[in-house]
């Protein structure tokens, strides 16, 4: 029989798939890493049992401890798996700007979790990094993991991640883009990549109100770059020790909302229902679109699942909120336009228009029946009179019971 040990043994060995809409304008086959496919639907998995292995190993770690954590969910998830099967409880410090299914999830699977504000500075005592560090020194028989600056979490990814990706593509990949946090899934795989073909360029995604791209370019800590953003994910306000700069290439930064408006256009128009770093990805390649050539072969890798974010990116009213969701605004003229005008114009009502075959149609009724075919085309809270003129002086009015 065929059959894998416990849960973590399923980790790893995630399809690459071609990306057909959404990279139409990219002039090279993109392929993406669907990290999803992992049991706890993150590219976390890998390297939270990674750290986990390391720490029990070299003693860190030891039996019936307690994992603690600062995690923006996805990190937690995958320690959360590891310590059920390995037997270790888990405390998770987690920002409020995060999505409600990710504190949820965290919860479901036996962890306790601890919401911190995120518009604080990292050395603020109220601080994510804070509390996680400050639990650590306080609770008897703890581990902290700090996947931040924890070397497990680049050497996972150089591990497995870059293999996989070397092998999937046959060695032809040119060009890797991924986006950016605590640096190990971009610094592992780009060591490994580039031990294998030096060319291969690494592109790393950076939001709006993250330090990587200026410090990437200039060296410069610049702390007017930073300032509070939607985006999930992605970039920071710190530097972590896991971010190798000298193995990348270049970056780009992405707007929280063209981040949020491809992480839908994935789902519509791939099929992958993935989280908002997958979206600003995407629309992150396409800006560099001019790097690639048609004989390329480009990988992006999708972080995680979009169901961390069906109350966010993939709610209607959260985007309109913020003025991410793009809608048509009909206008009134244009609905008569389609729904009266043309129904009825130059036509003989009795013969031609269903609603007028057992009905005189006089103003009276002509506008009874235009307010009730424009009625449930228009919102409830909107109110609706019809004004239907015989001539300058002559007409009648209805608007509803």
């Not at 004989?295 to 995680?304: A, N, Q, S």
Request: glycine share 8%; hydrophobic share 35%; with cysteine.
């Amino acid at each position: 029989m065929k059959y894998a040990k416990n849960i973590l043994e399923t980790i790893g060995n995630t399809p690459l798939v071609k990306l057909n809409k959404v990279t139409a304008e990219v002039d090279a086959l993109v392929l993406a890493k669907v990290e999803t496919f992992n049991p706890g639907n993150s590219v976390k998995d890998r390297m939270a049992v990674k750290m986990i292995e390391d720490a029990e190993a070299d003693g860190r770690l030891k039996p019936g401890g307690t994992i603690i954590e600062g995690t923006s969910g996805n990190t937690g998830m995958g320690l959360a798996l590891a310590a059920i099967v390995k037997g270790y409880k888990c405390i998770f410090v987690i920002s409020d700007k995060q999505s409600k299914e990710k504190s949820d999830i965290l919860r479901a699977v036996g962890a306790k979790v601890i919401v911190c504000p995120t518009d604080v500075e990292p050395t603020d005592p109220r601080s994510y990094y804070s509390v996680s560090k400050r639990l650590a020194e306080e609770t008897p028989n703890s581990w902290y993991a700090n996947q931040y600056d924890n070397p497990s979490n680049a050497i996972a990814h150089y591990e497995q991640t870059g293999p996989e990706i070397w092998e999937q593509t046959e060695g032809k990949i040119t060009h890797f883009v991924v986006g950016v946090g605590t640096g190990g899934t971009i610094s592992g795989v780009a060591k490994y990549l580039k031990e294998k073909n030096p060319n291969i360029k690494i592109w790393g995604i950076d939001t709006y109100g993250s330090v990587f791209k200026k410090y990437h370019e200039t060296g410069i800590f610049d702390e007017n770059e930073i300032y509070s953003y939607i985006t999930e994910g992605i970039g920071e306000d710190i530097l972590p020790k896991n971010v190798d700069f000298s193995l990348i290439d270049g970056f780009t930064k992405v707007t929280d909302k063209d981040a949020a408006v491809y992480t839908r256009k994935i789902a519509l128009e791939e099929g992958i229902f993935v989280g908002n770093s997958a979206g600003a990805a995407i629309k992150g390649l396409l800006q560099l679109k001019e790097h690639f050539k048609p004989e390329d072969v480009v990988v992006v890798l999708f972080h995680d699942s979009g169901s961390r974010y069906v109350g966010k990116m993939f709610n209607d009213d959260w985007m309109r909120e913020r003025g991410f969701l793009e809608e048509e605004i009909t206008k009134a003229e244009d609905l008569i336009k389609e729904h009266i005008e043309e129904a009825f114009d130059h036509k003989n009502l009795n013969e031609d228009v269903p609603e007028f075959r057992d009905l005189n149609p006089t103003a009276e009724h002509i506008a009874y029946i235009i307010w009730h075919k424009l009625r449930v085309l228009i919102a409830a809270d909107k109110e609706l009179e019809i004004t239907l003129y015989e001539t300058p002086r002559n007409f009648v009015t209805y608007k509803g019971l």
